[in-house]
Structures are given as C-alpha cells and as structure tokens.
C-alpha cells in the first residue's frame, strides 16, 4: 500500500495504474474509518485497484466547531486500509480548498436545498467541490458511497452524471450495528450513555414506517415521534417523509419514498433514513 499526500504524486500513481489496463474504484472518506467504511470498501468490484482519500474537508462544514471536532485518527485509519487491500491512499496535508478549482456559479439542484441542505448552509456545495476535485484526478471507474448519506449519495450521482459519464457509482446499504444504530464517525463524540439511547433512531423510523403502512397520517406520527424521541434526549431538526427520486415533501402518498431524520444527541449530529 502506498500513501500519497499531493496531487501531482496521486495523479502519476493513476496513471501507473491506467498504462497497466487497470480499472479504478475510489472510496472518499473523511477518515475515521469504521465497519461502514469496510463495507464501501468491499463493494470495490474484484479486480479493480482500490484508492481511498482520507480529507476532512472544511468546505463542507457549516460550523467550525463542528470542523475541529471531527474525529481524526490516521494511524489506525492507515491500518485499516491495509488490512482492506487498498493499493493507495491519498492524504492530502492540511486545508486544500486553495487548490479546488473554484467554479463561479455553480447551481446545484434543486433536492440540494432540503434537509441537511436547508439546514448546513453551504454544505453541498462543500462536497461537490471536493468530490468533483478528487474525481476530475482520478477519473475512477467506480466509486462508492453510502446510503446513510441519502442526500449526498444524490448529489453525486447528478455529478457522476453531468461530469463523468464513465464513473459508475456504486450505492452502499447503510450499515449498522447490532442494536440498529447507523454507524458514522461521529458516534465516537457520544457519551456512553447517550450511545445507548442512539438506537432510538432507527427504531422510530421503523414504527412510523409499520404505522405508514397501516393507513396513519405521517403528520399525526411525526408529531409522537418528535415527543418520544425528546423524552429520551433525542433532539430532533427534521423528520420527513419525502420523494426518493425529488427529495420533495411526500404528505401521504408512499410512493418511492422515504422518512429522513436529522437530529442531535449530546451536541452530536446524526442522520438516518428508511425506505418505505
Ligand atoms: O461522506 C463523506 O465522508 C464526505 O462527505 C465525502 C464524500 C468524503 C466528501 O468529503
């Protein structure tokens, strides 16, 4: 395994690999790395050489707290990708957003705007930046993201669609643990306590899904859910039930939808979402 920290290195390991009629799938990370990581890794399809990024990008951070907070751990994390056969992992050292092309206008769509769009001001854009760097370096074959990340995943689709046509992107379950919580980063800033009460999350999802089913109004729900989840110190900044193709308000209609959920446990954000 190799560990690169510029552009200009990166960039001739890739084409290294292109002259050898080697196909590339990239993983970008934020580090961390965790069970969920392992997964993205894994769905690499055989035969493909595995880049991992690892850059907590401060463009995608709407609090700077937030930004410092995030959880670092890059020895271990280089450890991991050892043992997940990643042939090279890129680094870049300290704040790149100098190097990221700064496009003028850029106009995301319109799903960018909801949810944590609505509330993370600036956040998608953050991550278009970053994404479209990494891509237009590497210009993978594959790349993989998870579906914990709804919204992103989205995001990155219409790129891979608008600016790389060849980059198949490949779309990972969440993964959990056993109790159902989604794993992230950021479960390593909660207390003990506050970890056990995460799996509420999930499980909320899941019965307002079982009562969807059964007729009740989402309206009705969201409003006990919002009241259960506050009695047990589940902050809640959305709970929606929407499009999974526009991302728009769903009411009741459940076709080819979803509920998302934002909320803040300690000072800790997480997201979750099911499919209905
Ligand atoms: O999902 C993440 O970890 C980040 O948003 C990503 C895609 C690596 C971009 O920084």
Redesign the pocket.
Known sequence: MQVVHNKETLLNKIREYRSKGNKITLI???GNLHQGHQVLFSKAPHNTIKVVTI?V?PL?FDRNDDYQNYPKSLQKDLDVCMQNNIALVYVPKGDISNQIMIEKNIDLPKFTRYLCGQKREGHFLG?YK??KYLFSIVNPDFAC?GKK?FQ?LMLIKYLANTFFPSTHIIEVDTVRSPNNIALSSRLTRLSKESLSLAFGIFETLQNMKLELLKGNSFDKLKEESIKYLESTNIHVEYLDLRSLITLEEASDNLKSCGIFIACYLDDVRLIDNIEI
Do not use: G
Request: no cysteine; aromatic share 16%; net charge negative.
């Open positions: 970008p990370t934020m850059y990008n995608q991550v970053i994404v993201f990340d992103q």
